[in-house]
Structure formats: C-alpha cells, structure tokens
C-alpha cells in the first residue's frame, strides 16, 4: 500500500526534509544526535531514492551496506531516522488541505526551542 504513496514524496523533498533535521540537530542537540542526521543525510544522498526506506528493515539494511563498520545501535538510529522522517512526509502529503492549514498554524504559532543546560 505505501508505494502507491511513493509518487507523493519526492526525492528532493526528502532530502530537503534531512538536511533540515541536520540544522535544527546542528544548534543544541547531542554530538550523538547531530552525527545520526549527518549519516542519514548520507545515505539518502547516496541512494538518491526514497524507497529504501519506507520500511524500517530495508532502511537498516541500506544503511549497513554503507556504513558496514558503525556499530549496530549508531545504525538502527539512522535507519530509524530515515524511515521516520520518510513516514512523516507521506503522511502529511496525504492529509487534508484544512488539516496541513491548522497544522502549519500551530507550528508557526510555537516560539520556543528548549535547551539543556
């Protein structure tokens, strides 16, 4: 059922959606976190597709191919981050239009980021 939703996310919105994940990540998240977006980034870059990672076990399995040396919890998290961030798109391109309305709303509508100190 899902790769009748391929068509709804591009591969430029994908990556775009990383490369966003790397940014926000980039300004007070772990070192750890930080590093699992850049691989993800990676990955994505170097697949330039979006259907290896509509499932979480091809997605773990794009990633080992590629990162055969990172340890196994490093690359259950990059998996974990490209199926993630993947799901999220397709969902939101298969809402209704008054739905994304209220969403992109409360969104702007929010004025904080918590930092740990």
């Known amino acids: 059922m ?21 940014s926000y990540l980039n300004d007070g998240a772990t070192s750890y976190r930080q590093k699992t977006a850049e691989l993800s980034l990676r990955v994505a870059e170097l697949v330039k597709d979006v259907k290896p990672f509509f499932s ?4 773990l399995q794009t990633v080992k191919d590629f990162f055969p040396k990172e340890d196994l919890f490093r690359l259950q998290d990059v998996a974990k981050m490209l199926s993630v961030v993947l799901n999220d798109l397709l969902s939101k391109a298969t809402l209704p239009d008054g739905l994304k309305q209220k969403l992109n709303e409360r969104r702007q509508n929010r004025s904080f980021k918590l930092v740990l100190a």
């Open 56 to 59: 979480l076990d091809t997605a």
């Open 2 to 22: 899902r790769s009748t939703f391929a068509a709804s996310v591009t591969f430029t919105e994908f990556r775009s959606e990383l490369e966003k994940e790397v």
